[in-house]
């Protein structure tokens, strides 16, 4: 048996040219983004609490068919919710709807998808105000595009340039150059 040792030339990222650094960023573009759960879920929960709302998931893909639901999601706070929609709390339907109830449905659909949608007894058993019933879905439809807004923005940030960096950075990564191309050692 022969033991054969071969030596790397081993760089850190600041030791790089710009060519070679801007070459890396381009290869990891999704380093800071390839695992699951690269998006800040503890936020979106926070952020759903501010409207009465609780989930176990937030759902989404950007790609195929671009949607966002949230999953095995109640409402926690119907005073909160109703009041984010700003509904005054005084009215008849207003009072019905706390005493009654509000829950949030999820339609699933095939290849993934799905939508939230408000469900009461009130306005579904007695055929009220469709109105009001447009209102509570447009309200959950509008919380779920925020999130969405949210999601994309930390995607963008977490493939810019500036994060990718920062990450290789920060993580001491080193590189070497194999076949003509760095790659983390």
Do not use: P
Not at 4 to 27: A, G, H, M, N, P
Not at 66 to 95: N, P, Q
Not at 122 to 137: A, C, Q, T
Request: proline share 0%.
């Amino acid at each position: 048996m022969e033991v054969i040792t071969k030596e790397y030339k081993v760089f850190s990222f600041e030791e790089l040219e710009e060519e070679d650094k801007q070459q890396i960023v381009e290869d990891y573009w999704d380093i800071n983004t390839e695992y699951e759960d690269w998006y800040d879920i503890k936020y979106l929960k926070e952020k759903l609490k501010e409207y009465g709302i609780k989930t176990k998931d937030i759902c989404f893909d950007f790609g195929r068919g671009s949607y966002l639901y949230l999953d095995e999601s109640f409402i926690t706070d119907e005073r909160k919710f109703l009041k984010s929609m700003g509904v005054d709390l005084r009215t008849k339907d207003a009072k019905i709807l706390l005493e009654e109830g509000i829950s949030i449905d999820t339609d699933h659909f095939g290849g993934g998808c799905a939508k939230n949608s408000i469900n009461t007894y009130y306005i579904r058993d007695l055929s009220r105000d469709d109105d009001l019933e447009e209102g509570l879905n447009e309200h959950i439809y509008s919380i779920c595009k925020e999130l969405a807004t949210i999601i994309k923005e930390q995607y963008d940030y977490l493939t810019s340039r500036e994060a990718i960096e920062e990450t290789i950075i920060s993580n001491e990564y080193q590189f070497v150059k194999d076949s003509g191309k760095y790659k983390i050692f």
